[in-house]
């Protein structure tokens, strides 16, 4: 709990009518819990102070009325959507976690750092293999900021004329720096690839760093996020580019203890989630294999008419999770 001395100015504040201060107060209680690591508080309290704006209003929809195209072939250049996932809902390791309340905060309070002549972190990079997370973390940030989440379409961006390519990405931009938005370049080395295949390797240089002189002169309203499973194709320049950078990994032991519980929350079961049995099972998967096993698991305990999920149930979702694996890889 916050400490007396806060509480006191907390209540003042609010008990004199004085927002300002009250809202100060209120800040420096959230900046406490939050040195205390107790994160879900914290959060609850941030939402509870500045609210969440709903997303599905109608500037919301007229917006998606105004999603760029390209010219040629007449496609969305970006898919808007309403986050729906919190923070509740992805496990993160402790240094990422930290900075995505730290990017959160900065956006929470980005008046106060403006008028110290500051901006708070708009580019950041999300990297590791697939299924660990980034997709998700873009939409918990999302919805944590009230924000609609727009994904950029790279395959619609990337045009078999380079020209093109460019004033796609230049569209996207101007198109996001105007109305704020958490917007995602998914699997943004997409943008690179495409090119290497057209054996050019000058062209591809040339579509990366249109891209990266587009976000060196950004200075828009959106927060913008790239995400890429191969980050060594990514060079030092790309790296420089970006605020933070956020490394995705398959789950430690903790966060998989973590995860299991948030997968299984509301699921019956006769085992305990923090038994070396059970946390041996899915050793070396990603956060995305979990999920898939324990969906897999569930539905099998239901279709068999039990009330309870046992290890019998994971254990076979494995088996059939190991023979999808093993077909994926020789497919
Ligand atoms: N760190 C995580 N915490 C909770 N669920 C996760 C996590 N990572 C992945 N998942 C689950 O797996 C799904 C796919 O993950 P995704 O975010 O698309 O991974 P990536 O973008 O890194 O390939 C998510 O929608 C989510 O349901
Ligand atoms: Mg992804």
Not at 25 to 47: F, N, P
Not at 203 to 218: G, I, P, S
Not at 252 to 260: C, F, S, T
Request: charged share 30%; proline share 3%.
């Amino acid at each position: 709990m916050a400490s007396g001395n806060l509480l006191r100015q907390l209540i003042k504040t609010g008990a004199e009518g004085n927002l300002e201060a009250f809202k100060k107060a209120s800040e420096d209680v959230i900046q406490e819990e939050r040195e205390k690591h107790h994160h879900l508080l914290a959060s609850d309290l941030e939402k509870i102070l500045y609210g969440r704006s709903s997303v599905t209003s109608q500037p919301f929809i007229s917006l998606i009325k105004q999603v760029p195209s390209d010219k040629e072939r007449g496609l969305p250049l970006l898919h808007i959507k309403e986050p729906l996932r919190r923070l509740e809902d992805v496990i993160l390791s402790d240094d990422n976690r930290s900075l995505i309340d730290e990017v959160l905060q900065e956006h929470h309070r980005q008046e106060v750092l403006k008028s110290h002549g500051l901006a708070p972190a708009d580019r950041l990079l999300f990297c590791g293999p697939p299924g660990c997370g980034k997709t998700l973390t873009a939409e918990v940030l999302a919805s944590e900021l009230g924000l609609p989440l727009a994904t950029v379409r790279i395959d619609s961006v990337v045009s078999s004329y380079l020209g093109e390519t460019a004033s796609n990405l230049r569209q996207v931009l101007d198109f996001v720096a105007s109305v704020p938005m958490v917007v995602l370049f998914d699997e943004f080395d997409a943008l690179a690839k495409e090119r290497a295949d057209a054996a050019d390797h000058g062209e591809l240089k040339r579509v990366v760093n249109a891209f990266l002189q587009l976000l060196d002169a950004y200075n828009g309203r959106s927060l913008l996020i790239a995400a890429t499973n191969h980050e060594g194709i990514l060079d030092a320049a790309v790296w420089r580019r970006f605020d933070e950078v956020l490394v995705f990994e398959p789950p430690n032991l903790e966060q998989l203890r973590k995860l299991l519980a948030c997968k299984l929350r509301g699921l019956r079961r006769n085992f305990e989630v923090d038994s070396n049995e059970i946390t041996n099972l899915f050793k070396g998967m990603s956060q995305a294999d979990v999920e898939r096993v324990v969906r897999r698991a569930a539905k099998e305990m239901v279709l068999a008419g039990k009330e309870f999920l046992d290890e019998r149930h994971i254990k076979s979702a494995i088996r059939r999770e190991d023979v999808r694996q093993a077909r994926m890889k020789r497919g």
